[in-house]
């Protein structure tokens, strides 16, 4: 340099964009087709705003009609007005009927939201011709919102008015045909007016507006699960168009704010001796949200759910020298989950949907198809005996020597992804169990009368004659369970699957102190698997072969035994 320079850097910002250009041809043929490498069209994404733009020729920045520039707190207090700034897109070389455009992923609920808006500008890039090369109505500006911007997708499109150069008003710049402000249930009502005719999902389908703006859909989206949206611009009958357009302020308003209510009851019940009754109950209705909950984070859903249970010891109505104890435990429980928007098409009510259907048999089937139901049943008879009531010491041949265990519970499931879930567990058992106190003999005792401590060995002498513990328990556990999803757009029953097995498990115990100082334990387990033919056993051929397999004891999948024997050495 041939005189000094001094360069002051006043601020260093690290700034990224979020809105990218889409790389693939924008058409309503649901075909993703690549742009070629050297694409003649020329686009670039850019920012314009109030701070760096406001003497902007050919026209100034403006901020949009309506909209406030935020305040914030200087250093020292001073009220700042944050900048306010609008996404600009230019492109040149645009042919008739062609697209540009840029797009961003996100992941968004746009059900409790009632509008969409968005102010959009358009003015001609080419100012070689003093910007009076397009004119109104030759472009239009593109909105996609959905899974993607392909085959899934809501479609605005608007004809845009062209702003003049050198005219600086606020109507100029920000024209209010262009602006995007609509009712989202549009776009709802749109998809069903296209369900309920002829016209298939994969077929582009569009209506034009009264202010000429056209809806468009493809697919099936659903404003629930919204991925991304695009913004872009198209030609319709200028060449080589030469445009500069600006998106700002995309916004979301009319918050469906409907409330809802919840409720807890419980009920206990004591039936004397006999036992109890427990009865509980929750319901929460659509729109009900704690206060920390944001008003998109409410319930979208009617939810009731009731378990009814009752322990019961039914060995109280029998008279009390039987002594028989039989407990029991039965209950049942359901939950009942219904939507407020289908969960095929999220974004259109279930009972909009219901109300639309054409007979009463399509209104059952869609109600069933939405419901999320689940039913629990159980009962369950816990270590049913007859206690000893005589007194006297137990024998081996005694009945209150035996137990038995049974419970069966079966849970079922609907919902709109599986058709029926069935799920059943029974499970036996039968324990044999004998306790007593050893008895022991010594025959020398009395022929030795005098303490002689070399006769102790002899006189000592002892033996039990019998066991002390023998313990045997039989369980049988048994599942079957089918699960059938549920098959979409056609009456073609996809098949069943199923998990089901049959154990046999044998337990075995045995405690023998055959002297005072010698003990005998043994214990033994053996685990079988009854078989059973594929699938439902519904015929009398797979009952008698699931029949002979649990007789025969099944097939052993494992057996471990062993014996201890112990003795106490006489130190004392």
Known sequence: FEDTMVLRLGKLELVRNQWRKFDYEIDTSGKLTPLPANDPVKTDVLAVNIEENDERTPIRYKTPPGIERQQQLSNNNVQLLQNEQALSFRVCGLPVEHSRGVFKTMNLDLRTYGRLSMFIHAESSDLISGGTDIQDGDLEAIIRIGNDFISNYYEIRIPLKISQHGNDDLYN?????????????????????????????????????????????????????????????RSVNKPNACAEIWFNELRLSKLDERGGMAALSRVDIRLADLGNVTLSGSIRTDGFGTLEQRVNERSKEDYLEYDLTTNLDLGKLIPKSAGIQIPVTAGISKTISKPRFDPLDLDVELQEKIDNAASKAAKDSIRRDAIDETTIKNVTFTNVKKNKTNGKPSKLYDISNLDFNFSIVQQTRTS?????????????????????????????????????????????????????????????????????????????????????????????????????????????????????????????????????????????????????????????
Not at 207 to 226: C, D, F, S
Not at 464 to 489: E, M, T, W
């Open 173 to 233: 710049i920000w024209p209010e045909e262009n602006n995007l402000d609509f009712d989202l249930n549009d776009l709802v009502q749109l998809k069903i007016k296209r369900n309920s005719s002829s016209s298939s999902p994969a077929v582009y389908y569009s209506e034009t507006q009264a202010n000429g703006k056209i809806y468009g859909i493809l697919g099936n989206p659903n404003l629930g699960e919204v991925r991304g949206m695009f913004m872009g611009v």
């Open 416 to 572: 709109p992804i599986i058709e029926l879930e069935d799920v059943k567990r029974t499970r036996a058992a039968i324990g044999y169990n004998f306790q007593t106190q050893p008895k022991f003999i010594e025959p020398f005792k009395k022929l030795f009368k005098k303490p002689s401590p070399w006769l102790a060995l002899i006189r000592d002498f002892n033996f039990n004659y019998k066991p002390s513990v023998i313990s045997l328990k039989a369980d049988v556990f048994r599942q079957f369970g089918s699960y059938r999803p549920r098959n979409f757009g056609t009456s073609f029953k996809l098949p069943e699957t199923y998990n089901k097995f049959f154990y046999f498990d044998r337990y075995y115990s045995l405690r023998w102190e055959l002297t005072r100082s010698l003990t005998f334990d043994f214990n033994a387990i053996n685990y079988a698997r009854v078989d059973e033919p594929f699938g439902r056993i519904d015929t009398k051929e797979k009952k008698d072969t699931v029949r002979k397999n649990f007789w025969k004891g099944g097939g052993n999948t494992h057996y471990h035994h062993e014996g201890t024997l112990s003795y106490n050495l006489p130190t004392s």
